[in-house]
C-alpha cells in the first residue's frame, strides 16, 4: 500500500508540473501584449484575464493537436452540443471536477491510487456531458432536416433566391434548425460567400445528411439547374433514411438497453460497496487475486458492450 500511494503521489504531482509547465509560458506572453497602463486602468479585466490565461493556454495547446490530427477544436466541440462556454472556462470546469473527484476520493478513502482513479473519471465526465448533448441536438437536427428542405425548396419555387430562402427558414422554424442557418444569415451578411457560410455549418452539425445538401448546393452554385428540385429530391431520400432509422431503432431498443445494464450494473454495484464498505471490496484492489479478477472482469464488460453495440448498430 505504501508502493501504491507512492506512485499516486508522484503521478499527482507530474501531473500538476506539466500542467502548469504547459500553462505558464503562454499566459506569460499573453500578458506580456497586454500594455501595462491597460492593466493599471481596468483591474477587473486583468483579474478575470490573469485567471483565464492558464487555463486558456491549455485549451489552445489542446487545439493545435487536435487540427494537427485533422479533428475537432474544443470550441467547435462546444458548438456542436450548443453550450455557450469559453474554452478556458470549460478547461477550468474539467480541473474543478479533477480536484473534487479526488478530493472526495481522498476523504473516504485516504492515500490511495482511487484517488487517481477518481480523479481522472471525474474529469471526463465534462467532455462526456459534451458527447451526450451533441448526440442529442445532432439527433434532433437530423429529424427536422426534411420539414427544413421542403420549405427551403417551396421558398425557392415563390421566387425567393438562396440567400432569401434561407433566412426565411431561419426566421419560420425551430432550434436547432433556427440557430444554424440564423448564423449562416449573419455570416453571409457580413460578406461571407454562402456557399462557405453553409460549409461552416456543416463543420458545426456535423451531421451526413447536411453534408450531402451543402455539396448539392455548391455543385449546383457553379454548374447551374433547378436547385429547388434537387432539394426535394434530396428531401424525399433524407426522410426515407430517417424512417428507416427510426424503424431499426424501435427494433433495437431492447437489445440497446440490456446492453448498457449488463455494462453498467456490474460498475455501479462495485463502486456503491466500495464507497459504502470500502473494507469489504478492498481485498479485490489489494490481493493480486482480486486484482487479476477485476482485469478479466472489466477486459469481459468491454468486449460484451463492443458485441452488443455492433450487432445492434446498422448504417442507413
Do not use: C
Not at 450494473?265 to 479478477?293: E, H, K, N, S
Request: charged fraction near 15%; aromatic fraction near 6%; charge should be positive.
Amino acid at each position: 500500500m505504501n508502493g501504491v500511494f507512492l506512485l499516486s503521489l508522484m503521478a499527482a504531482a507530474g501531473v500538476v508540473v506539466a500542467a502548469v509547465a504547459v500553462a505558464l509560458p503562454a499566459a506569460r506572453a499573453a500578458d506580456d501584449g497586454v500594455p501595462r497602463w491597460e492593466q493599471l486602468a481596468s483591474p477587473r479585466t486583468s483579474l478575470r484575464s490573469r485567471l483565464n490565461q492558464p487555463f486558456q493556454a491549455l485549451a489552445e495547446r489542446s487545439n493545435r493537436q487536435h487540427r494537427l490530427n485533422g479533428g475537432l477544436t474544443l470550441a467547435e466541440q462546444l458548438a456542436r452540443a450548443d453550450l455557450k462556454f469559453r474554452t478556458s472556462e470549460f478547461v477550468m470546469i474539467q480541473v474543478g471536477f479533477l480536484a473534487a473527484g479526488a478530493l472526495f476520493s481522498f476523504w473516504r478513502f485516504g492515500f490511495s491510487a482511487q484517488v487517481v482513479v477518481a480523479g481522472v473519471i471525474a474529469y471526463l465526465l465534462p467532455m462526456r456531458y459534451v458527447k451526450w448533448r451533441q448526440r442529442r441536438r445532432l439527433k434532433a437536427f437530423n429529424t427536422r432536416l426534411p420539414d427544413t428542405l421542403s420549405l427551403l425548396a417551396n421558398a425557392m419555387k415563390a421566387g425567393l433566391s438562396l440567400p432569401q430562402a434561407i433566412e426565411s427558414v431561419a426566421s419560420n422554424t425551430s432550434k436547432p434548425i433556427s440557430d444554424e442557418f440564423a448564423r449562416v444569415v449573419r455570416e453571409t451578411r457580413l460578406g461571407t460567400p454562402t456557399p462557405a457560410a453553409l460549409t461552416n455549418m456543416v463543420r458545426r452539425v456535423g451531421s451526413e445528411d447536411l453534408d450531402l445538401i451543402v455539396t448539392a448546393i455548391t455543385i449546383q452554385s457553379n454548374v447551374g439547374g433547378n436547385l429547388a428540385r434537387i432539394l426535394d429530391s434530396i428531401s424525399h431520400t433524407i426522410r426515407q433514411r430517417v424512417q428507416i432509422k427510426s424503424q431499426i431503432g424501435a427494433m433495437t431498443a431492447q437489445m440497446r438497453a440490456s446492453g448498457w445494464i449488463i455494462t453498467l450494473l456490474p460498475l455501479i454495484v462495485a463502486g456503491i460497496l466500495t464507497v459504502i464498505t470500502p473494507t469489504y471490496f478492498r481485498p479485490m484492489f489489494d490481493q493480486p487475486l482480486g486484482r487479476m479478477m477485476l482485469g478479466v472482469a472489466g477486459i469481459s464488460i468491454f468486449i460484451g458492450n463492443v458485441l452488443i453495440r455492433k450487432i445492434t448498430s446498422f448504417r442507413v
